[in-house]
Nanobody, 122 residues
């Protein structure tokens, strides 16, 4: 069983930056960030492979967000720059129990954190 805890969310202005953190209690393979706005489905944001050598992004965040991981701290980060109102959502990190490749497939991920809220005000 792996427990994930997100942090770093908050209320910011358009164009600001935030860095989200996801700390795991156990071994993690592929780790991803998803987000969910009120009334909408959970949406893929980015993922990073077990080794950290491969990452993938949704088109909506490509060039603005960067995912990274620190194996020593057992943490994954999401650096979010040039935030827009449409980035407002609750952000969740997730990890797979058995797979190490990046993917946007939500069903691929076995463990989820409780989420952290990001609100971008215009």
């Amino acid at each position: 069983q792996v427990q994930l805890t997100e942090s770093g969310g908050g209320l910011v202005q358009v164009g600001d930056s935030l860095r989200l953190s996801c700390v795991a209690s156990g071994r993690t393979l592929t780790v991803a960030w998803f987000r969910q706005a009120p009334g909408k489905e959970r949406e893929y944001v980015a993922s990073i492979s077990r080794s950290g050598g491969s990452s993938d992004y949704a088109d909506s965040v490509q060039g603005r967000f960067t995912i990274s991981r620190d194996a020593f701290k057992n943490a994954v980060y999401l650096q979010m720059n040039n935030l827009k109102p449409e980035d407002t959502a609750k952000y969740f990190c997730a990890t797979s129990a058995s797979r190490g490749l990046t993917t946007s497939n939500l069903s691929y991920y076995d463990y989820w954190g409780p989420g952290t809220q990001v609100t971008v005000s215009s």
